[in-house]
């Protein structure tokens, strides 16, 4: 019964190059969320998906990262032209219902990417 | 909008004392949830107690407990017994109902020394 599967789980880049993340969620899961946590400090929410669809976008730069959520295969966190300021872990967590249907659902995370951008 | 505080960037605790990490919180939403995760030096996230807002009594699970006050707006974990393997950052977060994001603190890292 595998968990909330990521990777890479490190990602090395230049500035200017893309990144993908990839995220599989627990089985039976069919919501999926990315955080971003910067050193040393707390998770930032960034998006919100289920299948095929963006729900909340809310805490996503405008330009340059994108995320989705196939019919098949895991999510997907793109970032294009990366700069240094992109260097950070990003979680993926999944969950059965969603979010805000119920107090009690808890997220369950991956281990994170951790991208470094030189 | 929501907020998470914990004042306390780093703990130090002897092996087998309790610890308490604090954490306050701020909404003005009647419906929420409280979850404490802790995260290893290896940085997976790791769940460990939660606490709805109108639970009459306060969450444990194993050695983890939540002193959850909602008056004060405060929803300290404590950990009975540290051990050793309890070093790690440890974040408090919250979700108001109907809400699809946790927010979350800043963390304390928690030091146990044998």
């Known amino acids: 019964n595998a968990g909330v599967m990521q990777n890479p789980r490190h990602l090395v880049r230049r500035r200017g190059q893309e990144a993908r993340l990839r995220c599989s969620p627990m089985k039976g899961h069919s919501h999926v969320y990315w955080y971003r946590q910067l050193p040393e400090e707390g998770l930032k929410f960034m998006v919100y998906?289920?299948?095929?669809?963006?729900?909340?976008e809310s805490g996503m730069p405008k330009e340059r990262f994108s995320a989705e959520f196939p019919k098949e295969g895991p999510s997907i966190l793109r970032i294009q032209q990366v700069v240094r300021g992109d260097s950070a872990a990003y979680f993926c967590?999944?969950?059965?219902?969603?979010?805000?249907?119920?107090?009690?659902?808890?997220?369950?995370f991956g281990a994170g990417s951790r991208l470094t951008v030189l | 909008a929501q907020k998470i505080t914990q004042t306390q960037p780093g703990m130090f605790v002897q092996e087998k004392e309790a610890v308490t990490l604090d954490c306050t919180y701020d909404t003005s939403d009647p419906s929420y949830g409280l979850f404490w995760y802790k995260q290893p030096s290896s940085g997976e996230m790791i769940f460990l107690i939660y606490q709805g807002s109108y639970d009459q009594q306060n969450a444990t699970e194993g050695r983890y407990s939540l002193n959850f006050q909602k008056a004060r707006k405060s929803a300290n974990l404590v950990i009975s017994a540290s051990q050793l393997g309890d070093s790690a950052m440890y974040f408090c977060?919250?979700?108001?109902?109907?809400?699809?994001?946790?927010?979350f603190g800043q963390g304390t890292r928690l030091t146990i020394n044998p």
């Open positions: 977060a919250m979700r108001v109902m109907g809400a699809q994001k946790l927010v």
């Open positions: 998906l289920q299948k095929e669809n963006i729900i909340d």
């Open positions: 967590a999944s969950s059965q219902l969603s979010g805000g249907s119920s107090g009690a659902n808890v997220l369950t």
